[in-house]
């Protein structure tokens, strides 16, 4: 029989005890969950109502922002076309004494007030002609109706301070040149028709000079049908096209440039020395030129004011019906999506808590260990899953109160039965009270104590009310007392007990303990070595300092322990064979005993072994000053 079935005492780590409310409570806290149900549920539908009212504003919001930016695109379309009707007027008249029907007719399709200023504020032409009625302008102008300057805000697709296209002054052609060339590009067309296959028609520029519009660009080159002739400038253009040409050399001359040569579509080419650096002066030079060249023909610039005292505000939330029913459905979507969310929500909190509810009522009123479901990770998950690891508690500490109590039974049944046995013998007289059966009793009454006097010891550790006298103590004196005192058992059962303690080991650090309670657990370790040590085998204490802990080591070379019954060593009352035979001896908690007085003080004990060749059991307890230190 190996070291699996020595003194195996000890029990689990020990755990808070398990508190079960009682029944005449459990109204009081079935009331209690329902009101925490209740909060939780009112947690819930507080969040979905607040994220209702807030997708449903966002949508209100979101609808009327894309409604109001639909009627600031109308104003703004209807401001572009008002001052694109203007600006054309300017660019082809001298003056705005005719404009009078076009504002008006301006004001009429918008619904606004159109008035127009000179640079001093005088009205030029003002839609607003009540009888009687004195209207005051617009606190800012739109923009500034000038063709030579056009607003590119309210043009995008014209450039910066551009010319407007309209405003061509001296090029306008003569009737008789419009007609003239408007023959030779009908004579184009159809030679492009009839002998190049390529469908064609006239088009018209702003000064009316016919242009080719054909899907081949390329082919408005072809020399076949002298389409380049339509490009040749005529006398009118000729003439203010030298004019212009006069005007841009001059303002290059002022800056010590060389002069230009212009086509009819303004383009430039150099007619003297010129620099690259020089072509923004060119471009600067040709702008300014023909804005000076252009002045005479067009109409002066004024100022635009469009709205008013006649332009009524737009109310924020006056919506189309089209909106309005957009909002109303999605409102009602988003309430109906409240409602189905509350009511999932609601069934999720709910069915978990009935789970919980149910499990905990049978918790108080069976043995067995309930269990609930967990799903999720939310904090109802987590109250399943302790609830769970309590049940599973609960049924460990009942199968060891079970156990532990059918373990101090059959172990104080042993002696009390050898004791009842006897004393029968000797009532029916089939013994004698001699002095051997006396001794035999009295060995049996000194185990009954031993036994007691152990579980009184390990009920006052497990209680934390193990009472320590501690004083300094030598270590190695300990470990020769013990030696010496377990020697005759040890050379009874043929077991060799040294202490291997080198010279150097007198100066081992002094200990801060209890020498009866360090006595006690140098013995157990020796007692329990001997007892499952073969005859010749030998059991040996040894000390050492390390890392300012004392530690003694207890080898024997026993038979050994299996690794999977090493970690229960120290467990109270644990045998690795279940018939729990006692013929080895002890009480079966001298090992718990051990562990428990060396955690008292503040020390640590392992075991190790190797089936077959022994065990050791190590015990690391601090020194005086590594207390003090901790």
């Avoid at 109204?27 to 925490?36: F, P």
């Avoid at 309005?324 to 069915?351: E, N, P, Q």
């Avoid at 049944?413 to 009295?442: C, F, H, K, Y």
Wanted: aromatic share 4%.
């Amino acid at each position: 029989m190996g070291r699996a079935s020595r003194d195996r005492g000890g029990t689990r780590p020990s755990a808070a005890p398990l508190t079960v409310r009682l029944p005449r409570r459990r109204q009081w806290d079935r009331s209690c969950l329902r009101h925490s149900l209740l909060v939780r549920l009112l947690a819930v539908s507080a969040l979905v109502s607040l994220c209702s009212v807030t997708a449903t504003a966002w949508v209100v919001v979101r609808t009327t922002t894309v409604a109001i930016d639909k009627e600031r695109g109308l104003a703004a379309d209807e401001d572009a076309r008002v001052y694109d009707a203007l600006l054309g007027y300017a660019a082809t008249h001298t003056s705005w004494d005719n404009a009078g029907q076009l504002v008006e007719d301006l004001a009429d399709s918008t619904g606004q007030r159109i008035l127009l200023t000179d640079p001093e504020g005088h009205a030029v032409r003002d839609s607003a002609t009540t009888p009687g009625r004195a209207l005051r302008p617009p606190e800012r102008p739109l923009t500034t109706v000038d063709p030579l300057k056009v607003d590119s805000q309210l043009t995008p697709d014209a450039v910066n301070e551009a010319i407007d296209p309209r405003a061509i002054g001296p090029f306008r052609l003569t009737t008789w040149e419009k007609r003239r060339l408007h023959q030779a590009a009908v004579d184009v067309v159809e030679c492009f028709r009839t002998v190049l296959g390529v469908p064609a028609e006239v088009g018209a520029g702003p000064n009316g000079r016919p242009r080719l519009v054909t899907r081949d660009p390329d082919s408005t080159t072809s020399p076949r049908c002298n389409s380049a002739a339509l490009g040749t400038p005529l006398p009118t253009e000729r003439k203010a096209l030298q004019a212009l040409n006069n005007l841009v050399n001059a303002c290059l001359s002022q800056q010590e440039t060389g002069t230009v040569r212009l086509a009819l579509n303004l383009s430039w080419q150099p007619a003297t020395e010129f620099q690259e650096t020089d072509s923004v002066k060119v471009d600067n030079c040709l702008t300014s030129s023909r804005r000076q060249q252009l002045a005479p023909y067009v109409a002066p610039a004024v100022q635009l004011y469009v709205g008013g005292d006649e332009r009524l505000p737009t109310a924020f939330f006056d919506l189309s019906a089209g909106n309005r029913l957009r909002i109303a459905g999605a409102a009602s979507l988003v309430l109906l999506l409240t409602v189905a969310i509350t009511t999932l929500v609601g069934i999720r909190l709910i069915k978990p808590l009935r789970a919980l509810t149910s499990a905990a009522q049978s918790l108080g009123e069976s043995s067995a260990s309930p269990r609930v479901n967990v799903a999720g990770n939310d904090e109802i998950a987590q109250l399943s899953a302790a609830f769970n690891a309590m049940s599973a508690r609960q049924a460990e500490l009942e199968s060891l109160r079970k156990n532990m109590t059918s373990d101090i039974a059959h172990e104080l049944r042993t002696p009390l039965s050898n004791i009842r046995g006897w004393l029968e013998a000797v009532a029916d007289g089939i013994a004698q009270p001699d002095t051997d059966l006396v001794a035999s009793l009295l060995s049996q009454a000194f185990l009954l104590q031993h036994i007691i006097d152990d579980l009184r010891d390990l009920s006052a550790a497990d209680a934390g009310e193990l009472r320590l006298s501690k004083q300094p103590v030598e270590v190695t004196d300990l470990i020769e007392a013990t030696v010496t005192a377990h020697q005759a058992g040890a050379q009874a059962a043929g077991v060799r007990l040294t202490a291997a303690i080198a010279a150097d080991s007198r100066s081992l650090p002094v200990l801060d303990a209890d020498p009866v309670r360090l006595r006690q657990v140098f013995g157990n370790l020796a007692s329990n070595a001997i007892r499952h040590t073969p005859r010749g085998g030998t059991v040996t204490f040894d000390a050492r300092c390390d890392h300012g802990d004392v530690v003694i080591d207890v080898a024997d070379t026993g038979s050994g322990i299996a690794p999977e019954e090493l970690p229960h060593v120290f467990e109270r009352f644990w045998r690795a064979e279940k018939s729990r035979s006692r013929q080895g001896g002890g009480s079966g908690l001298g090992l718990a005993i051990v562990r428990k007085l060396t955690e008292a003080h503040g020390g640590t004990v392992t075991a190790i072994s190797t089936v077959g060749k022994g065990s050791v059991f190590t015990l690391r307890l601090p020194t005086a000053q590594e207390v003090d230190r901790r």
